[in-house]
């Protein structure tokens, strides 16, 4: 018996269809959102020009040489086809950036797009590609949509474009490029970075050594015209003793032609300094110390102001500060202007109208001296000296961010403005605790992470949850809340083995101090159960809910809502492992509390309190649709959306969940025309409220491209799977469970398509990829090795397919029992298989036990029972007991036609078999 989907195999559908939802007050786990481009937006990006749109600053006037090395960056990012990306590699002030900047410039007619990324910053790519798609759509002007979209709608750009050029300036982790060099192969990366290892294969590197001698030579003849040969020879020993360096070189020119010093008169003072900064720097950092030394010298003789607020830059952001700013560390506005003038004419910072900046290398030779001061003036006694300017640092960002003081709400406008000046604060050690700084790290954190800017809030979450621990210590509830923040900021940015460790620990820690049945201590243990199922561990997971739900019902008892809450995440985890009874036991146990539990919460005046009955209802239907009880499912579905849309309305974001897992549960029953009007009733309705970017709405498009494979369409939703697939790949990288989830689906839509082939090497990668992110027992794995081999089989590789079935079925045994859904299904295709390699004797006893298995488990009617029945007649057809085959057909026919017509593909089928058997 042959179709385009085994008989009872488990359809593969993209991530999140018919979820099982679980929300309102009642769930207290992290949601790891994200966001994929419908098609109108991957065609608004494809329309989308871009001519001349440049985001650099001014190359410096005084740059020098290096003629051979922007030629030999231009032949590599122009010389064949593939990604085209270059890293300039060397020493710190070797003067990468500048290199950068001076061949952004040098070539900018040949891009219509060039954009510079500060790399050293955490999710600077993901802010700058943000900024791209604000740049270029009027669809973002405007708008605050969450920051993934907008980077999402960039890469599409990029992707459809080939004439533009990223610069991704200091970075310092290759490895964080590496998937986005992948994914944007058309247009030009230019990198800078003081690694030179670590880089994919394709990216070619350009070592940027010190300058040539004519050229350092050249560079100090700049500023300081040479008077005669003397002077010129003293500039080659000056060059020689700065290590041809040119940032020092810049820096000394910059000196000698600010005080009209000659460069022989330059050398003799350097010694002193170069010989006082060897006894505490080392390379690049040792020239450059003993150069600004002289030149913090002389700046401290003319205009003392300007050391403070260099050493105050040194705290914040290279790049960006509001000059305005500054204003608040001096006696005024003239003041700042006079200072920073003479700090740009010495070349220690870099003026705009609005900003100023400072050199990455300076600011670190600057702190490190600050810190060997305050080390120096510490005493036994009391906290440790705050270092010299960070203190002032924080002082001009607390005033900007909260002008009416830190116990006040801060002025959202500049909490965003500054967010990467907090950001940068907070990665150095922020001392002892303060209220403000504090405030500023979790203000900011919390502001970046509602943003969908997990990434970079992760290094204000750590200051804030060290701050926490520096006043109350590590013990205190309020560290370990502190420190719960972290933890979601690395599970929202996928970091999840950090975020376990750290659960382990704080877990540890809270049942220690706090005891096991301290809600602190009960929603650590969550956590970790949450990051356990992320990861696949499901047994862990099981377990971690468990010993929880029992530490809270001995300690607040069965009615908490701590309790409540943690007995539905374990149903939802049995549901995950596909031990659909155990689950549907809690669910129904909990809708009929009748001690203060969901009982009680329904006759409650709160409405969040009684939509969480109308939730756990919705889960119960999931719940029973999992089990194989389509019948009770729908009903349930029907009770659940009926009280949502009296308590928040038909259009509220948890009724069109509940109405799109209807649809969901109507098409698995095949009662496709009710199930396609919802699908579109809820994409409508998701596009109109939450946009067109909304993972809800994402979600619903999945669900109509399966729809459109399944009711004649199938190269509509196979065109729309791989604009979603697509998406993913950029968003999330290769190997993310969403990702995955989609890339099967695709592989499922090639198989429908009939393109077999392509099908089986996409559920063969898919496969070991599920392996690598989930393990070998996590039901998507197996699911996908199902479908792998259901592939096999309609592709006449029905012995290729036995093993990966028998693997499949003893795997799911393990997680949900012998006669879970799940097993039944893969018992089933098993038995299909071996029947269909000529293994008759087994195929007929998993055929005879997944039937009997089915008919007591799901009914006699039940179409997966009436399908198994008719496989095994086709057994007995082949075998020649036309007999029994015959009784079987006829059975199995009258049920499917009375379900679902005689047009459906079973049914004919079936019918086309029968007519075959009464003919011999």
């Not at 018919?18 to 494809?46: F, N, W, Y």
């Not at 005084?62 to 231009?74: I, K, Q, W």
């Not at 592989?747 to 392996?771: C, I, K, P």
């Not at 299909?832 to 055929?847: K, M, N, S």
Request: net charge negative; with cysteine; aromatic share 6%.
């Amino acid at each position: 018996m042959t179709n385009p989907h085994p008989p009872g195999s488990l359809s593969v559908h993209a991530e999140g269809i018919a979820s099982v939802a679980v929300g309102g007050s009642i769930h207290g786990s992290v949601t790891i959102q994200t966001t994929v481009l419908p098609a109108s937006a991957v065609r608004d990006a494809a329309d989308t020009e871009a001519r001349g749109v440049v985001s650099l600053r001014a190359p410096k006037h005084s740059f020098t040489g290096r003629r051979a090395e922007l030629a030999e960056v231009r032949a590599e990012l122009t010389r064949s086809a593939g990604t085209a990306a270059v890293v300039l590699h060397g020493l710190g002030g070797v003067g990468k950036t500048e290199l950068a900047l001076q061949y952004a410039h040098l070539h900018s007619e040949s891009y219509d797009l060039i954009w510079w990324i500060d790399s050293a910053l955490p999710g600077a790519t993901e802010a700058a590609l943000a900024a791209i798609a604000e740049q270029l759509s009027p669809h973002w002007t405007g708008t605050k949509p969450a920051l993934p979209a907008r980077a999402a709608w960039a890469r599409s750009w990029l992707q459809q474009h080939d004439r533009w050029l990223l610069i991704h300036n200091n970075m310092e982790e290759p490895a964080l490029l590496g998937d986005l060099l992948g994914k944007l192969p058309r247009g030009h990366h230019l990198i800078t970075s003081r690694y030179a290892t670590g880089w994919q294969r394709q990216v070619r590197l350009v070592g940027l050594g010190v300058l040539p001698r004519t050229d350092s030579v050249a560079l100090i003849g700049s500023w300081v015209p040479f008077a005669s040969p003397r002077e010129e020879w003293h500039a080659g020993q000056l060059a020689g003793e700065l290590g041809d360096l040119p940032l020092a070189l810049e820096q000394a020119g910059a000196y000698m032609n600010q005080t009209m010093t000659s460069v022989e008169e330059y050398r003799s003072s350097l010694h002193e300094f170069l010989d006082e900064a060897a006894l505490d720097h080392a390379g690049d950092e040792q020239t450059v110390a003993g150069v600004w030394a002289l030149t913090l010298t002389a700046l401290a003789e003319s205009n003392p102001l300007c050391i403070e607020l260099l050493h105050t830059l040194a705290w914040l952001d290279p790049d960006g500060l509001p000059r305005e700013l500054l204003a608040d560390l001096t006696a005024g506005p003239v003041q700042t202007k006079t200072a920073l003038g003479l700090l740009h004419a010495y070349s220690m910072v870099t003026l705009s109208l609005e900003e100023v900046s400072v050199h990455r290398l300076v600011q670190k030779v600057l702190r490190d001296r600050a810190a060997r001061e305050a080390a120096a003036r510490a005493t036994a006694e009391g906290p440790p000296p705050a270092s010299r300017g960070r203190q002032a640092a924080e002082r001009i960002l607390l005033a900007a961010v909260y002008p009416n003081g830190p116990e006040e709400d801060p002025d959202t406008v500049q909490l965003a403005r500054l967010a990467a000046h907090a950001t940068a604060l907070s990665t150095t050690d922020p001392g002892t605790y303060h209220l403000g700084p504090s405030r500023l790290f979790a203000d900011t954190a919390l502001h970046l992470h509602e943003r969908g800017q997990s990434v970079q809030a992760l290094p204000l979450f750590e200051a804030y949850a060290r701050q926490a621990a520096d006043r109350f210590g590590t013990d205190h509830p309020f560290t370990l809340n502190a420190r719960g923040s972290v933890v979601t900021s690395l599970m929202a940015a996928g970091r999840l083995e950090p975020a376990a460790d750290l659960l382990e620990e704080l877990v540890e820690r809270a049942t220690r101090v706090l005891g096991g049945g301290d809600l602190i201590t009960l929603h650590i243990r969550a956590s970790l159960a949450e990051v356990r199922l992320a990861r696949g561990q499901l047994q862990c997971a099981e377990d971690e809910f468990a010993a929880a739900v029992a530490d809270s019902t001995a300690h607040l008892g069965p009615d908490h809502p701590r309790t409540l809450t943690l007995r539905n995440r374990l149903a939802t985890t049995y549901e995950n492992r596909h031990q659909f009874d155990r689950a549907i036991e809690i669910y129904q146990d909990l809708l009929r509390h009748e001690h203060g539990g969901l009982v009680h919460w329904e006759q409650q005046d709160s409405t969040p309190l009684r939509l969480n009955a109308a939730t756990i209802r919705n889960n119960l239907a999931g719940a029973y649709e999992g089990a194989g009880r389509s019948a009770e499912a729908i009903a349930t579905y029907r009770e659940a959306l009926a009280d949502m849309v009296r308590l928040v309305g038909a259009e509220h974001p948890k009724t069109l969940e509940c109405l799109g897992n209807l649809g969901y549960a109507l098409d698995a029953a095949e009662q496709r025309e009710e199930a396609s009007r919802i699908y579109r009733e809820v994409a409508d309705k998701r596009v109109r409220i939450l946009g067109e970017n909304h993972p809800d709405t994402l979600l619903s498009q999945s669900n109509l491209a399966y729809m459109l494979l399944k009711t004649g369409e199938p190269q509509a939703g196979l065109e729309l799977c791989r604009t979603t697939l697509l998406q993913r790949e950029q968003i999330l990288g290769v190997l993310h469970t969403a990702t995955l989830a989609n890339r099967k689906l695709l592989a499922s839509a090639y198989d429908w398509t009939g393109d077999l082939t392509t099908a089986a090497e996409l559920f063969e990668t898919t496969l070991q990829q599920h392996r690598e992110v989930l393990g070998s027992r996590h039901p998507d794995t197996l699911s996908t090795l199902a479908g792998y081999a259901t592939c096999l089989m309609r592709a006449g590789d029905a012995p290729g397919a036995v093993p990966l079935l028998e693997e499949a079925l003893a795997a799911q045994e393990e997680l949900s029992g012998p006669e879970g859904v799940a097993a039944m299904t893969y018992r089933h295709n098993l038995a299909t298989a071996l029947r269909d390699t000529g293994a008759f004797d087994r195929g007929e006893d998993l055929l005879t036990t997944v039937l009997e298995q089915r008919t007591r488990r799901l009914g006699a009617d039940h179409p997966d029972t009436l399908i198994s029945g008719g496989s095994l007649g086709r057994l007995y057809q082949l075998t020649g007991d036309l007999d029994r085959a015959v009784a079987l057909y006829e059975s199995a026919l009258t049920g499917l036609t009375a379900t679902f017509g005689t047009d459906h593909w079973a049914t004919r089928a079936l019918a086309g078999f029968l007519a075959q058997a009464r003919t011999v």
